[in-house]
């Protein structure tokens, strides 16, 4: 039981980490505009283009980076307490969710922080995300003990499906060994825990909340780089 739910806290920490690290690093956007620099770029020979890829690059650097550390902290966390490493399968897929995920929100994060002009607001910003991500993605309370309505508006959402991503391989190993033998009881507690995700009588796949994740990173790339354009002007 343990081993179950340290793996599916963490797998929920690291999901939300993704969100705050990569918004987190878009400060020293906010604080560029805010101070003026912009203007400074203006007249450097620096390309807009290699500006705007500085910033959204280096925001997907400092978001993997301090995920990998939390990732491989949250592991040796759980061995210390009682639970197995993840099997190399595992680790693998986990890790691809990371970078997909640190990849998208990266991307959000970028978009969102074009919007404000001052320290002060993204401060706020980043509380009120910090806070409401943990709620948003079903990290503090599982799905199963929501109602249904409830349960369907926060399954349809990114940071939850971005969560499910990572629950999976993370805690598969504890869930068959709390359900032996049965695959319905599997599928209960998943659906309980946030594990698999269903939209009414709807079961989300994991390659879809895969694909759908890889399009935020697209959309959201792409409207970042274009309002980044407008206010490097």
């Not at 650097?61 to 190399?88: D, H």
């Not at 806070?131 to 993605?137: D, E, K, M, V």
């Not at 940071?159 to 049965?182: G, K, N």
């Amino acid at each position: 039981m343990n081993f179950f739910i340290n793996s599916w806290i963490f797998a929920g920490i690291l999901a939300i980490t993704t969100v705050t690290t990569s918004l987190a690093a878009m400060q020293v956007f906010v604080a560029d505009r805010a101070s003026g620099k912009f203007k400074d770029f203006a007249v450097s020979p620096i390309s807009r283009s290699k500006i705007i890829i500085g910033y959204l690059g280096s925001t997907f650097i400092i978001s993997l980076g301090m995920t990998t550390v939390a990732f491989g902290l949250g592991e040796l966390y759980i061995v210390a307490n009682g639970g197995n490493w993840l099997t190399l399968h595992h680790a693998i897929n986990s890790y691809g969710v990371v970078v997909l995920l640190c990849a998208a929100f990266s991307a959000l994060a970028s978009f969102c922080a074009t919007f404000i002009k001052s320290i002060a607001a993204f401060a706020s910003l980043s509380v009120i995300i910090g806070t409401s991500t943990g709620f948003l993605a079903a990290v503090y309370v599982p799905v199963g003990s929501l109602s249904k309505g409830v349960t369907n508006v926060i399954n349809v959402l990114p940071f939850s499906q971005a969560t499910a991503l990572l629950r999976e391989p993370f805690t598969q190993q504890s869930v068959e060994t709390l359900t032996p033998h049965s695959t319905e009881a599997v599928t209960k507690v998943n659906e309980f825990y946030g594990i698999s995700l269903k939209v009414g009588n709807y079961t989300l796949d994991p390659i879809m909340l895969a694909v759908t994740t890889a399009g935020i990173f697209i959309l959201f790339t792409a409207a970042a780089i274009w309002r980044m354009n407008r206010r490097l002007k």
